[in-house]
């Protein structure tokens, strides 16, 4: 298994390298969950506008790369560089600060709360009535934003008033999209949106991604599909067990190839 | 209308309000002197000390958590206070905050314990209705202490005809936690952190911090309550409150907050106290034996959570 393995790896020399320009790059992360070695010394690197596909088997590190660089879990080691500047991600709402966006595997929503106030958790828009962060929110902004969200995303026979927990799963990750469209990013991580989406609502999702890159803003995108991917990433990055194996740029590699390596 | 019908279903403390004008309802045809001036005074004489205590309670169930010490805080706060007072000369105003500096003490310490070591609340509050209580009845070292005798109370609990004045510091409790709770960006911390919290760290709150808040908040509230029934009797007493805890969770949960967190609202918890308020009076002025209270309690929450799953799944269901 492990020589299969090992036979498939691209030379590390042959990974693509970041440039100055990169939005983020990290080098030699660590992470660890009891014994379990979640990620060892990855470089990893996302360029503006760029688009990264993120894939590898269940248990790879891939989620436990994103929610370093989301500022949901630290690192045990390494260091992050975003937009060249060296970064402590040591909360959420660090991450939010510098303009990371994430779309975690499970909705992060609060289902018994509307649509309105789920799109703005942590970031309500406040009234003049507010003293030291707390304040009364401003309600008629966040509908209004909120109405407008769901008008881009095809939701508009919803209220911004349901609560989350009426919306069927697929309607929920474009909740969770439509709210880090609203929140424009410099960098989206998405962590398999397409999990629970319709082919429909998935063409949808794979459209919106591409257009960000037209506005600058790179992204991050994790799949178990290659065929999802493949056709709208600039770069595919490859994990198994904790370790970076691949990175390369399309152009470089086909579908069937990176099948072999990642099976 | 079909809308404005769910909204209204969707509502936590709808079926707790429909109780209520029933229980009312069968009362006063009961008990004709039961919607008399004399009893609606006698109600709402007693209404804001289990009240505010209930908000506290009621709070903190939203964002997840449980509190059962706050019926032994309501004694060994205001014990403290009148000790200090009364054993050590301390001024009023100093005893009040010392007061209220221990029941923040005691909110923190719930509060830190269960976050730290993640465990449920309920054991920590547990334990420390066991500790606080002991607290309470060693500090008073086996009798009552003196209350200073010239005190004045008007405060908190003069007689104003229809009601006392801790009737509007229940008001403004409510009022000012109304608007905190519905309509305020920490009040929609409250409930994001009650009802996934995993969202709302992800979202980044600080989760911690906000159930820090609000065990401190209950702990508070329940020292507060405590005073005020204190200051009523003009005595410490280190039995006071016993069996509070039960209650005030009680109430909260018939007005519609889940044990799970993350929902509930401040009408549902008024709505909750003054359920239980009307039946312990109204079994009086009925006639009934009043050992039949806790029966009425018991039952009552649990026919508001039955109806509350039901109408909720209800309300869900409607388009
Ligand atoms: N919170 C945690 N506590 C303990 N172990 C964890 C935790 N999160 C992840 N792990 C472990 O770390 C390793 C990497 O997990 P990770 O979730 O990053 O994988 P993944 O590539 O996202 O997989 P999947 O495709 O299934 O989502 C796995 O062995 C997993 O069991
Ligand atoms: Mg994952």
Request: some cysteine.
């Amino acid at each position: 298994m492990t020589a299969r393995l090992e036979e498939h790896f691209q030379a590390t020399e042959t990974f693509v390298r970041p440039t100055a320009e990169a939005l983020v790059r990290c080098e030699g992360l660590e992470k660890w969950y009891g014994s379990v070695h979640a990620l060892a010394e990855v470089d990893f690197h996302a360029e503006p506008g760029e688009i990264v596909g993120l894939v590898g088997d269940n248990g790879a590190g891939k989620s436990t790369l994103i929610k370093i660089l989301s500022g949901a879990h630290p690192a045990d080691g390494g260091r992050i560089f975003f937009e060249g500047r060296e970064v402590r991600l040591d909360s959420p709402k660090a991450a939010m600060g510098l303009g990371i966006e994430t779309i975690y595997q499970y909705t992060a929503m609060v289902p018994a709360m509307s649509i309105a106030r789920n799109m703005f958790i942590g970031r309500e828009p406040l009234t003049r009535f507010t003293i030291g962060g707390i304040g009364l929110m401003d309600r008629r902004t966040m509908v209004e934003h909120a109405t407008r969200s769901l008008t881009n995303i095809d939701l508009t026979e919803r209220s911004p008033d349901t609560t989350v927990e009426e919306l069927s799963g697929g309607q929920r990750q474009a909740v969770a999209i439509a709210r880090a469209m609203y929140f424009k990013s410099k960098l989206l991580i998405l962590d398999e949106p397409t999990n629970h989406l319709s082919v429909k609502e998935t063409n949808k999702v794979l459209d919106y991604v591409a257009s960000l890159k037209e506005q600058g803003i790179g992204s991050i995108f994790i799949s178990h599909n290659l065929h999802h991917i493949f056709p709208i990433s600039d770069r595919i990055v490859a994990m198994a067990r904790g370790r970076k194996i691949a990175d390369i740029k399309k152009s470089d590699t086909t579908i069937d190839d990176l099948t072999d390596l990642i099976v | 209308m079909q809308s404005i019908l769910k909204t209204l279903l969707s509502r936590p403390e709808i079926s707790a309000l429909v109780m209520l004008v029933v229980v009312v309802a069968g009362f006063s045809f009961m008990a004709p002197q039961f919607a008399s001036y004399g009893n609606t005074r006698v109600l709402l004489f007693s209404l804001p000390e289990l009240g505010i205590v209930v908000l506290g309670v009621g709070i903190l169930m939203i964002v997840g958590e449980f509190d059962l010490s706050v019926g032994s805080v309501f004694a060994l706060v205001p014990m403290l206070m009148v000790i200090a007072m009364g054993r050590w000369g301390v001024p009023p105003i100093v005893a009040m905050l010392m007061g209220f500096a221990l029941a923040l003490a005691v909110g923190y310490i719930n509060g830190w314990i269960t976050l730290t070591f993640n465990i449920p609340s309920f054991v920590t509050t547990l334990g420390m209705l066991f500790m606080a209580r002991s607290l309470a009845t060693v500090l008073s070292g086996g009798f009552p202490p003196p209350f200073p005798a010239n005190l004045s109370t008007d405060l908190f609990v003069a007689d104003l005809g229809l009601f006392r004045s801790s009737m509007l510091w229940f008001a403004g409790f409510a009022l000012i936690l109304g608007i905190v709770l519905h309509f305020s960006n920490l009040g929609n911390w409250i409930f994001a952190t009650g009802g996934q919290s995993q969202a709302a760290a992800d979202m980044g709150i600080d989760t911690r911090k906000v159930k820090l808040f609000c065990f401190m908040l209950c702990s508070f509230l329940a020292g507060f309550a405590g005073m005020i029934t204190t200051l009523r009797l003009r005595s410490a007493l280190p039995a006071l409150g016993e069996g509070l805890e039960l209650q005030a969770i009680a109430a909260a949960v018939i007005g519609g907050a889940a044990l799970t967190g993350g929902i509930g609202s401040l009408v549902g918890m008024l709505v909750g106290t003054t359920l239980i308020r009307v039946i312990d009076n109204g079994l009086v002025m009925a006639r009934i034996d009043a050992n039949w209270f806790r029966f009425a309690i018991g039952a009552l929450t649990i026919v508001a959570v039955i109806l509350n799953t039901w109408v909720r799944a209800r309300a869900r269901r409607m388009k």
